[in-house]
């Protein structure tokens, strides 16, 4: 287990955590950081004067992408881009509603990783909208019914936070594998469907084995999804959970502490930037949802969205990222398109009422 504090860059360290990794990063990078994102991905802590923030390996409860997703927006003093734009409160304006009269439509949809925290909220919005086939993709479906039932708590420093419970009445959960499953496998799995959510990513664990997961699960599990699609020949439109700097070897951010710490994961973000070039030139038509560093709770700022490479830091709630990822699937204006969110801490937030780009 790694202790960070956000006083000091390091206060503690103990074996059996793969987060020792974060230590070399660390050592690699002359910027000064301010881990206060990691706070959202702390399973147990105790109350200290240093706002001490543990992180587990083995954190099943937060979900895959906590502990390197976030580490993205740790820079402290980086500025975002001027490119992002607010959504609004107010619905679409006239424009607007002629580009959604030609959006794509879709009545059945497969989420793939939908035991995962934003998987989970994407399903349970989904299953929400009432008009939907709406199908989980998940690696143990007796595990899968029991644990989307249940809600849990989560404890972070001196925050209470709680996971709600998904009703799955209206939902079919389905074995989806992306490591032991064959193309054809997914392809039966998914066969009706009409669009494909990718909410898949690997869970660091051993050390040793992190850029093995990262390489089976987040490119190559991802490649064979998109195959998948291509080969049920009825799956339009797939919207795929990526992270911010995937691309930022390609944007001047290789050496950023952000990009240092995220990839330091098994190379994690290399990894995404494989399986998203390959959904671009899928002839599928996609969204790349690239949110930064997630929250378990409830907004607390304006939705914000930025164009592609553009944003370096910054938080998001969960809830915002699947809001997104439900609007990508038939909003026209998310067609061919990657968007990078994050949420303005200086706005409140605001209702969502789709996207504005």
Not at 57 to 69: Q, T, W
Not at 245 to 264: C, D, M, V, Y
Request: hydrophobic fraction near 45%; proline fraction near 3%; include cysteine.
């Amino acid at each position: 287990m790694l202790l960070l504090s956000t006083k000091k860059p390091i206060t503690m360290f103990a074996s059996s955590s793969c987060l020792c990794v974060v230590v070399a990063a660390l050592a690699h990078s002359s910027n000064a950081f301010a881990p206060s994102a990691l706070q959202n991905s702390v399973h147990h802590s105790f109350s200290c004067s240093s706002s001490a923030v543990f992180l587990s390996s083995n954190d099943e409860v937060l979900g895959r992408r906590d502990a390197f997703a976030q580490a993205a927006q740790l820079v402290a003093g980086v500025a975002l881009t001027s490119t992002v734009t607010t959504v609004p409160l107010a619905f679409a304006e006239e424009g607007e509603v002629a580009a959604a009269a030609a959006a794509p439509k879709t009545k059945k949809v497969l989420v793939a990783g939908a035991t995962g925290q934003t998987g989970r909220r994407i399903l349970e919005r989904l299953a929400d909208a009432g008009n939907l086939e709406v199908v989980g993709g998940v690696r143990n479906v007796d595990k899968a019914t029991t644990s989307l039932g249940e809600s849990s708590t989560v404890v972070r420093g001196a925050m209470v936070q709680k996971v709600a419970s998904v009703d799955t009445s209206a939902v079919a959960l389905k074995r989806l594998d992306v490591v032991k499953d064959s193309v054809d496998d997914l392809a039966a799995t998914m066969a009706g469907a009409e669009s494909l959510v990718i909410a898949t990513g690997f869970i660091p664990g051993n050390p040793l084995k992190m850029n093995a997961a990262a390489h089976d699960v987040d490119n190559v599990g991802t490649i064979k999804l998109i195959d998948a699609a291509k080969k049920t020949g009825t799956i339009k439109k797939i919207v795929m959970v990526s992270s911010i700097l995937t691309n930022g070897r390609n944007w001047g951010q290789e050496k950023s502490p952000g990009f240092i710490i995220t990839n330091a994961f098994g190379n994690v973000l290399d990894e995404k930037l494989i399986a998203e070039n390959y959904l671009k030139s899928s002839g599928i038509d996609y969204t790349i949802v690239r949110p930064g560093g997630l929250k378990a709770k409830p907004p607390t700022g304006a939705l914000q969205i930025s164009g592609e490479d553009t944003l370096n830091s910054g938080e998001i709630s969960r809830d915002l990222v699947a809001d997104v990822c439900v609007a990508s699937l038939t909003d026209a204006k998310a067609v061919n398109k990657v968007l990078e969110i994050i949420e303005d801490e200086g706005t409140p937030p605001k209702v969502f009422n789709g996207l504005a780009m």
